[in-house]
């Protein structure tokens, strides 16, 4: 079963929850500017620190 929102996102989720391609996705990773961690070889986001991370890069 599929959570609609989860609290911890792949790339697949994040990718599209943002509507940003997946290499846009892993530059912005590797690079540190966006808030992620590795697991293995894999990447994971935690929902609460992208929209944080979202509303902190608005320009008013």
Do not use: N
């Amino acid at each position: 079963m599929i959570r609609r929102d989860p609290k911890v996102m792949t790339v697949d989720e994040v990718c599209e929850y943002l509507r940003v391609p997946k290499s846009s996705l892993y530059r912005l990773a590797q690079t540190g500017k966006i808030p992620c961690q590795k697991v293995g070889k894999h990447w994971r986001f935690h929902r609460e620190a992208i929209d944080k991370w979202l509303k902190e890069g608005q320009r008013d």
